[in-house]
């Protein structure tokens, strides 16, 4: 018999305009918002998100209101939701999380348990990695009621990922102080999954794609206890169809190249993720965002690649240099920067009205530049520093966080 139902989400990133795109913005909404409606047709008796909320620590208050309105609705359905602080939200001071909290039924999750049915939840806010050798872990006893006990991180771990520079997951078992039944995680945009002595631990996936290289389903988990056990069923999301497209080009292929390729699939209201390579020609990368967008997109990004030369320069790595523009652009889509920083890049590189002078361009930029520079100075206090160095992708190809 199921005793408890918990509806596990994570990496929600509400505000995230990727692409620079408000129906990718609103994207990110609704498909939080299926996630909700999924735990209200369930009738689970608590929701659990593990970080990202927001995908900025200063959101809007847009951004705010749909995730009021949200948890509001999940409050009319007298589900609590018990949440962690991620990095992409953490702040020094009130979180954003119990700032949000204190406009619905959310609970913030900690070292002392939170009984839902038979479940006894734990949590710990995201850990910048300088801090993770110093951060305790032990956890209080779970009360007499509890016959599970689960505890929420926001972190990548080893196992269930495979390889490459993460915490290791048993260590934390190890150092809790008390028996674990299931590990709740966030932080890693893939679903995975592994059991270690024992201990079922699982990454939820995101709900949206923040990076083209993220082509599987998006994703929650449906966590339920029956007989002290914890039985887990991964729910996919219906979210909008994403294609990333490569359209190589010779040097006499123009736009009706482009186009013939574009109409070998449906693109209704897709989001289209272009990369253009091979020989530079007549077309522009506006004209082939125009194209993509008359094949039915809904959003387009294009990575244009064409006409990059290779040098012979022996050792030296020149690759990109040709086409700095394209990679700045898809670097900075990937890196899930903050608003600011697209805001203030968006000016420099897209619009004529900066003045070319520094001390105008700075003058013209000041108000940005002191919001990024706060941000700054909150960050190097200590507790509250991104524990990478371009907001907290990894570089693997398996692994989006
Ligand atoms: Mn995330």
Redesign the pocket.
């Known amino acids: 018999m199921v005793e408890t139902q918990i509806l596990h989400v994570s990496?929600t990133?509400l505000g995230y305009r990727q692409y620079r795109s408000d129906v990718r913005r609103s994207d990110f909404r609704d498909n939080f918002r299926k996630a909700i409606e999924r735990a209200i047709d369930e009738d689970v008796d608590a929701v659990v998100h593990t970080g990202?909320l927001f995908h900025d620590s200063n959101p809007s208050i847009g951004d705010l209101d749909d995730c009021g309105e949200l948890f509001a609705r999940l409050g009319d359905a007298e589900i609590t939701t018990y949440g962690i602080v991620?990095n992409?939200e953490r702040k020094r001071d009130t979180g954003l999380l119990d700032l949000v909290g204190r406009m619905g039924d959310v609970e913030h999750l900690g070292r002392e348990p939170k009984l839902v049915g038979d479940v006894a939840l734990y949590g710990i806010d995201a850990v910048p990695s300088r801090s993770w050798d110093t951060t305790p872990l032990e956890l209080a006893e779970p009360p007499a009621e509890a016959n599970v006990t689960i505890l929420c991180l926001h972190q990548s771990f080893t196992p269930p990922l495979e390889s490459g520079d993460h915490h290791d997951l048993s260590e934390v078992l190890d150092s809790v102080g008390i028996e674990l039944d299931g590990v709740a995680l966030?932080?890693i945009?893939k679903p995975a999954s592994a059991e270690v002595d024992g201990t079922e631990v699982w990454y939820a996936g995101?709900t949206a794609r923040?990076q083209k290289s993220q082509n599987s389903p998006r994703t929650v988990q449906l966590v339920e206890t029956c007989d002290g056990h914890i039985e887990r069923t991964q729910i996919g999301l219906d979210t909008r169809q994403f294609e990333s497209i490569t359209v190589e080009f010779g040097s006499d292929d123009g736009i009706g190249h482009l186009r013939s390729r574009l109409r070998q699939q449906s693109l209704d209201d897709a989001v289209v993720a272009l990369k253009l390579t091979g020989e530079r020609g007549a077309m522009t990368a506006n004209e082939a965002d125009t194209a993509a967008r008359e094949a039915g997109a809904a959003v387009v990004s294009v990575d244009d690649k064409r006409g990059r030369v290779d040098l012979d320069t022996g050792d030296i790595d020149v690759q990109d240099v040709e086409d700095h523009g394209a990679v700045v652009t898809d670097q900075i889509e990937d890196e899930e920067f903050g608003p600011v920083v697209e805001r203030v890049d968006d000016r420099i590189r897209t619009d004529g009205s900066v003045p070319t002078g520094t001390t105008g361009a700075a003058e013209e930029l000041r108000p940005d530049l002191e919001v990024a520079m706060e941000a700054a100075f909150d960050e190097s206090d200590g507790a509250t520093e991104d524990d990478g160095a371009t907001g907290?992708d990894e570089a693997t190809t398996e692994v989006d966080?």
């Open positions: 990496d990133h990202d991620g992409h966030g932080h945009h995101s923040t907290d966080e």
